[in-house]
């Protein structure tokens, strides 16, 4: 099946020590998001590439990076963790162009960081 | 600009009773909705989405949702819970340009 997939499902790093998450899909979106989803909260849009265009959202850190080497792999790099920055991380695709609005996003089972 | 609100942060039934939850939306646009699903330790499910088409939606597990413009609003309903619905579900509103916002979720508890 087609599918989103987030490695590792769990991470845990040490203060301030980098670390990366990856998101791998075979749906062939062209949309690839990150999102922060903190304990009973909704999740929070980070960035998004659209194509290989990069959108930041206002908010978003700076300590928080983003690659897209290519269409089906996108990774979410933490330069300098803190505790504030232990939550579930999301990563969804969506295809968006001519003749695909508002479509849905399809979610991976997320990568649960924890910082030590 | 567009926004939604989730009437319910909780939302506690017993197993073979009727689900509701409620949606509100805000939007400039004509919006596009979806309710995603979302169980411990998992990412989000779709379960249904409105764009424009038939107001009554029908998704997976036997859920499904009205589009209500009058009322500007989306309830998702179920007819009868099953304990494999106890999960967070978030009511989403789109207007186009990938830009999604996500309602606070409601957390249903389905007791036996």
């Known amino acids: 099946d087609a599918m989103v997939i987030q490695n590792p499902r769990y991470q845990v790093t040490q203060f301030g020590k980098p670390v990366t998450l990856s998101c791998s899909q075979t749906?062939?979106?062209?949309?690839m998001y990150w999102y922060q989803q903190k304990s009973s909260q909704a999740p929070k849009l980070l960035f998004h590439?659209?194509?290989?265009?990069?959108?930041n959202e206002a908010d978003t850190p700076d300590n928080f990076q983003s690659r897209r080497p290519n269409t089906s792999f996108c990774f979410l790099d933490i330069r300098s963790p803190g505790l504030g920055d232990a939550a579930m991380y999301l990563c969804?695709?969506?295809?968006?162009?001519?003749?695909?609005?508002?479509?849905?996003?399809?979610f991976g089972d997320g990568t649960r960081l924890s910082i030590l | 600009a567009q926004s939604v609100t989730q009437l319910d942060s909780h939302v506690s039934v017993s197993e073979g009773t009727p689900v509701l939850l409620r949606c509100n939306y805000s939007?400039?646009?004509?919006?596009?909705l979806f309710w995603y699903v979302q169980h411990p330790n998992k990412g989000l499910q779709l379960l249904l989405k409105?764009?424009?088409?038939?107001?009554l939606v029908k998704g997976i597990n036997g859920f499904e949702a009205e589009f209500k413009k009058s009322e500007t609003s989306f309830h998702l309903t179920k007819p009868s819970a099953h304990m494999s619905d106890a999960a967070e579900y978030f009511c989403?509103?789109?207007?186009?340009?990938?830009?999604?916002?996500f309602g606070a979720g409601t957390r249903l508890t389905v007791k036996p």
């Open positions: 939007s400039s646009y004509s919006p596009s």
């Open positions: 590439y659209y194509d290989k265009d990069f959108n």
């Open positions: 749906l062939n979106h062209n949309v």
């Open positions: 989403v509103v789109s207007g186009g340009n990938n830009d999604m916002r």
């Open positions: 969804a695709t969506s295809r968006a162009g001519a003749g695909y609005s508002n479509q849905p996003q399809h």
């Open positions: 409105y764009t424009s088409a038939a107001t």
